[in-house]
């Protein structure tokens, strides 16, 4: 098995959408991904409500994508955050991991998200396939990547 992980190559539409050229795939809605994840991801799995008064807590998705899942998760858990000592784990599963700048590029399109964007695409890993783990602990919040083919990497 190859350690190294395809990356895919992204054609990107007049409004800014990133496309996977080979599967045809659009990473978020054109217009507005942003509005579409708080309404269907957060919404849809009843945060900030589902976490309130928990000290941690734990939301897992396949297809990490651009990160706008988890960077829209971390703007809330930021501004409902149980208490200082509570902890977000987000767990996800990327088979095709894109470049930093092709992610850094996606995201751009939120200036709202722009500082955690940094924050994450400062840390951004590279198409080795494995679990990276990484940690904003000023937030309470720990990102664990899965690279790499999900049938592979559950046990």
Same mark, same amino acid.
């Given at each position: 098995m190859a350690r190294l992980l395809t990356q895919p190559e992204i054609d990107w539409k !007049? !409004? #800014?959408t990133p496309v996977a050229r080979a599967a045809g795939d659009v990473y978020f809605t054109a217009g507005d991904g942003l509005a579409e994840t708080r309404a269907v991801f957060l919404a849809g799995c009843a945060l900030p409500e589902a976490w309130a008064g928990r000290e941690a807590f734990t939301i897992a998705?396949? #297809?990490f994508g651009t990160g706008l899942n988890f960077l829209a998760a971390w703007e809330l858990w930021r501004a409902h955050r149980p208490s200082p000592a509570a902890v977000l784990h987000f767990v996800s599963f990327e088979g095709y991991p894109l470049t930093c700048a092709d992610a850094a590029r996606a995201l751009s399109a939120w200036p709202e998200l722009s500082g955690l964007a940094g924050r994450l695409t400062t840390v951004w $890993? #590279? $198409?080795v396939r494995g679990v990276r783990r990484l940690a904003w $602990?000023? !937030?309470?919040?720990t990102l664990t990547l899965h690279l790499g083919d999900i049938a592979d990497m559950l046990p």
């Open positions: !007049d !409004d #800014g998705e396949t #297809g $890993p #590279g $198409p $602990p000023e !937030d309470g919040i």
